[in-house]
């Protein structure tokens, strides 16, 4: 093959190649509205660096994780979780942890999902039932039943919970591949929204009486975090 054939056809693949790869970076906020006004204009994904000669070993270290959350709430748990907010190191690493406290016989970190991220939950003490559905059109559900040193992952974006079926306290860590992750707890957005999903809605797509809708939409949705 002719040099400049042989470097023709490289450049090709080349463009190719770039066109493969180019994505759009996922984002790590929920919503981002487009302005053309620069003055007014926030930075996203990420946020701005302080000067490398003011960094300090805070930056990078967070304490409190030993200290229990409280579950004396409606759901018996609660989800301390440390993001970019908290340790500004974590600033660009893609990743983050929560402690996850339940209460004995019952506690629930509910149905929820990480619109940016997956999870690596290990379970430090109590029995813990936790699974996560996929995504249509089968909807399977992959649940076990997790002791102290268990681990379980769940994929990015699905649907999971865990649940305290033990008698005593139950302590979990996770691990999150974002250094915001979100959480979209299903029951909060679904019955708590702001304002109010027309109950037309949701009696359809749950198969619910509409008054049993009002009432759900009337009580408080507790934030596990």
Request: a negative charge; charged letters at 10%; glycine letters at 8%.
């Amino acid at each position: 093959m002719k040099v400049a054939n042989l470097v023709g056809v490289l450049a090709l693949l080349a463009l190719a190649f770039s066109f493969a790869t180019a994505y759009d970076p996922s984002p790590l906020q929920d919503l981002c509205v487009a302005i053309n006004d620069t003055d007014s204009a926030v930075l996203v994904n990420g946020k701005f660096c302080k000067n490398p000669s003011l960094y300090t070993p805070d930056d990078f270290s967070f304490s409190g994780f030993d200290v229990p959350g409280n579950t004396s709430n409606q759901l018996g748990v609660h989800v301390n979780i440390v993001t970019v907010d908290l340790m500004p190191g974590l600033n660009t690493l893609g990743v983050s942890m929560a402690r996850i406290d339940f209460a004995p016989n019952g506690g629930l970190n509910p149905p929820h999902y990480h619109p940016r991220a997956s999870e690596l939950l290990l379970v430090l003490e109590g029995t813990l039932y936790a699974g996560f559905v996929t995504s249509n059109p089968d909807h399977r559900l992959f649940a076990k039943i997790l002791k102290p040193g268990d681990l379980i992952v769940f994929p990015f974006g699905l649907v999971h919970f865990q649940l305290n079926i033990g008698k005593a306290p139950a302590v979990a860590i996770a691990a999150l591949t974002s250094q915001n992750p979100g959480v979209n707890t299903v029951a909060n957005a679904i019955f708590g929204a702001s304002p109010s999903i027309n109950p037309s809605v949701i009696t359809t797509a749950f198969h619910l009486d509409k008054k049993l809708v009002e009432d759900l939409q009337a009580q408080e949705w507790v934030n596990p975090t």
